[in-house]
């Protein structure tokens, strides 16, 4: 049920946004929760974006993984 | 590093999230840290947790004294009967009753919603909310309640919904439990014994991490927030392991490309100006204090509870010989109960565990890789 898929913004009207979940999945979907732009990344719930991609951190995160990969084993 | 991970957040991002290579890394790191006799448990409260738990066969990779275990983290399977016969009992009112796919088999005290739609009642499976207030819009002449259930994740959207006003033909069953709350109850179960949480994901991301403080400062109990790719869990038990490992409890966040410290401020906002916390029933747990979403007072008129006058005080939530209730609190795994796959299958569920497709009984039986 909490089940929430990342999507890229491809455009906004309103409080709507067209979205694009990959492999030619285009949906629309509320953005009123988030504060977004064309081409970020939303994440999506029940037909709303519950939150912004933080393209910051997701990059941090696999730095954390890749540094794991890199030294191997403790 | 011919296999360093990249980013580009679309499909092939998720797909990253998968790397096997990876995956097999951070085990042998699990395996590197984790106690040699001393059995660990792990407690996680988010059906989709178990879904790639399960689905992924992450178990199979922990040594056999490190335990993780499904908690109360199944928004459908939680809502009890009384909900159920209420949703029911409007229906028969000639309501047309919307709601999540997941929610029509639950079954209540006499029937599910699937059965009283095939006894005539107009029952109408949406994607979300939305879609249940355009349904109203295009048939002006019939009532049209929306049954909300879901935790903190789906909340927000119904209450963006109320507060903008829907038509005079809409109402909302609201069946909203909050996580926080069934979290503190598992550390009351005596011999349940969790060794730390691996918090929900998409929880924190409206909630954030503060509601989860109190775990490691009152409780001492390791918390990580993860997501739900393969290596976000794996990530999550080798911090929880590593806090277990230097004995200092504390509050991490694994899933920091979603899941922001204060959460989602806007959708907090929204959720407290639409809802007041009250305590209620949760199938197979009982009454937990501060658990549960009401519409406040002053949206009454959108409170379907009120406006047909339908409240029911109890119901039948677990039949004679279903032990959904100690599968939702991880007492016991699906296949310990006597009627797992036996009486009780994805065709013809008997208890709410094997209805959603995120109740634990429900993962377990479709998937062929749960066992170690």
Known sequence: ?74 | MNNEVKVDFGMTERLRFREPELAKKIAKKIIKIAPKDELIKFCHVCGTHEWTITHYGLRSLLPSNIEVIAGPGCPVCIVPAAEIDEAVQIAKKGVVITCFGDVLRVPGSQKSLLEAKAEGADVRIVYGVSDAVRLALAEPKKEFVFFAVGFETTAPTTAVEVLKKPPQNFSFLSSHRLIPPAMELLLGVGDLQIDGFLAPGHVSVIIGMKPYELFPRVYRMPTVVAGFEPIDVLMGIYMLLKQNKEKKPRLENEYSRMVKWEGNTKALKVMDKAFKVIGSNWRGIGRLPDSALKLREELKAFDANEKFGIHVKQGKDILLGCECHLVIIGKIKPDECPMFMKACTPQKPVGACMVSSEGTCRVWATTSTRSK
């Open chain 1, 1 to 74: 049920m909490c089940l929430a898929i990342p999507a890229r913004v491809i455009s906004i009207e309103g409080d709507k946004a067209q979205v694009d979940f990959g492999q030619g999945v285009l949906k629309g979907v509320n953005i009123t929760l988030v504060e977004t732009k064309v081409g970020g990344y939303v994440l999506v719930h029940a037909g709303y974006a519950i939150q912004t991609v933080d393209e910051k951190e997701a990059l941090e995160t696999i730095d954390l993984w890749n540094e794991i990969l890199s030294t191997g084993i403790e």
